[in-house]
């Protein structure tokens, strides 16, 4: 059973029912509440820290000790998983600034996963498909506690780190002909959409951009809110 778990030979396209991805949704919205009552407790946001930190130690283990598909797939370049290591990083550095600005990435990039996953060709159990929920559970609760407490972002940082991040992942997409952040091809789930190439990296930039501001001000503006006629 461990041996099949950590098995490195795919089965084919992981099939996602209507019904699982219902349950997953559902798992989802029931962790994101569950940060936000924690959100006050530094205890509750250790755990997320140290989950966050496990999944990255088991999923990037794996890839690198099997070497499957580890240059197109198995780098940390998607958007979920610089979330990951940039809110673990920051939280030991102390760079709260840029942790805001990672807790707000990794808020969008798990529930964009959980309402278009995209799971790697394995039947379950595998570490990839478990990672795939665990890691973006884990991610939306950590990010969820982060972006409901004051934050020193502005707009001007959320455009500069994202165009910054952006950049770097195309031009590692170029190098290393690769698809890490959806910026060269877009997911299956979406590829009626039309854009090619450059054009898809500009667009995911764009309304990245733009999801990230506005959920900021949100968060913000609705925090406020709750404390005021909820706190006292």
């Known amino acids: 059973m461990f041996e099949y778990f950590f098995r490195s030979i795919p089965d084919g396209p992981f099939h996602v029912s209507p ?60 958007h979920c998983r610089i979330a990951m290591f940039g809110i673990v990083i920051c939280y030991f550095l102390g760079k709260e600034k840029l942790m805001d600005y990672f807790g707000l990435l990794g808020f969008i990039g798990a529930a964009t996963a959980f309402g278009i996953p995209a799971f790697d060709p394995f039947s379950f159990p595998h570490i990839t498909n478990f990672s795939f929920v665990f890691g973006h559970l884990c991610l939306i609760y950590t990010s969820t506690i982060i ?7 502005s707009v001007k940082n959320i455009v500069r780190y994202t165009i910054d991040m952006n950049l770097a992942i195309f031009i590692a997409d170029i190098i ?51 404390h005021e006629h909820f706190s006292k």
């Open 147 to 153: 972006i409901t407490q004051r934050s020193e972002l």
């Open 176 to 226: 290393l002909n690769a698809n890490y952040g959806f910026l060269t091809e877009l997911p299956a789930a979406v590829s009626f959409l039309p854009f090619k190439g450059l054009q898809i990296a500009i667009v995911i930039t764009t309304a990245l951009t733009i999801v990230m501001t506005i959920l900021h001000f949100l968060t913000l503006h609705l925090t406020d809110w709750y």
């Open 19 to 78: 019904r699982l991805q219902m349950g997953i949704v559902c798992l989802m919205l029931l962790t994101v509440l569950t940060a936000f009552i924690l959100r006050r407790s530094e205890k509750a946001f250790k755990i997320g820290i140290y989950l966050l930190t496990l999944q990255l130690f088991m999923l990037n283990s794996w890839y690198i000790v099997t070497q499957y598909e580890y240059i197109q797939g198995g780098l940390p370049l998607y």
